[in-house]
T-cell receptor, first 118, second 114 residues
Framework: GAVVSQHPSWVICKSGTSVKIECRSLDFQATTMFWYRQFPKQSLMLMATSNEGSKATYEQGVEKDKFLINHASLTLSTLTVTSAHPEDSSFYIC??????????????FGNGTRLTVT | AQSVTQPDIHITVSEGASLELRCNYSYGATPYLFWYVQSPGQGLQLLLKYFSGDTLVQGIKGFEAEFKRSQSSFNLRKPSVHWSDAAEYFCAVGARAAGNKLTFGGGTRVLVKP
């Protein structure tokens, strides 16, 4: 149980285009989803917290207009990288916490999306 | 603010040898602690977690971790590593007062020699 599916697993796009990454909770409802960014050989950096039906909360230094997050349902959150540039190339990972889960329950992670901007 | 330090960037061990990965955290109250493992190009898989109670916690794949409040540590151990244990390991800390967000350590890459 508690499977998080992330799609696509990898994407290559041209500079200036936008890319949408989907994060779905397959067998549970996720009131909260988190989006992380991971540079090669580095740790995960939290970008934003997404709550179903409300605006995402972005971490300091993350451009909300560049990284659009939508959490329209209890099973789907999307991250759109707008006007992508090569420096946006990274590994993006989503995670989810189930509806009703306690505050200290572990997160369930997707398998990540490798974005390469050429 | 909470923080997590994993002092070892990478560790090489021989198959069958024991493994210990260090994790130190900084937080004013009792945090909740996790160890995750990440294979190349993959997401994170939970190995084990600590919230309260017994300070020695058992996880999957034969891993265990011990919470030591006096040392602000939560080290991960495995008595005998397998080649499949080669991966990146992340320690993470969370706290209710921090909005339940997880802060990750820098990670430790484990290489297993045959």
């Amino acid at each position: 149980g508690a499977v998080v599916s992330q799609h696509p697993s990898w994407v290559i796009c041209k500079s200036g285009t936008s890319v949408k990454i989907e994060c779905r909770s397959l067998d549970f409802q996720a009131t909260t989803m988190f989006w992380y960014r991971q540079f090669p050989k580095q740790s995960l950096m939290l970008m934003a917290t997404s709550n179903e039906g409300s605006k995402a909360t972005y971490e300091q230094g993350v451009e909300k207009d560049k990284f659009l997050i939508n959490h329209a349902s209890l099973t789907l959150s999307t991250l759109t990288v707008t006007s992508a540039h090569p420096e946006d190339s990274s590994f993006y990972i989503c995670s989810a916490r189930g509806q009703g889960a306690s505050y200290n329950s572990p997160l369930h992670f997707g398998n990540g999306t490798r974005l390469t901007v050429t | 603010a909470q923080s997590v330090t994993q002092p070892d960037i990478h560790i090489t061990v021989s198959e069958g040898a024991s493994l210990e990965l260090r994790c130190n955290y900084s937080y004013g109250a009792t945090p909740y602690l996790f160890w995750y493992v990440q294979s190349p190009g993959q997401g994170l898989q939970l190995l084990l977690k600590y919230f309260s109670g017994d300070t020695l916690v058992q996880g999957i794949k034969g891993f265990e971790a011990e919470f030591k409040r006096s040392q602000s540590s939560f080290n991960l151990r495995k008595p005998s590593v397998h080649w499949s244990d080669a991966a990146e390991y992340f320690c993470a800390v969370g706290a209710r007062a921090a909005g339940n967000k997880l802060t990750f350590g820098g990670g430790t890459r484990v290489l297993v020699k045959p």
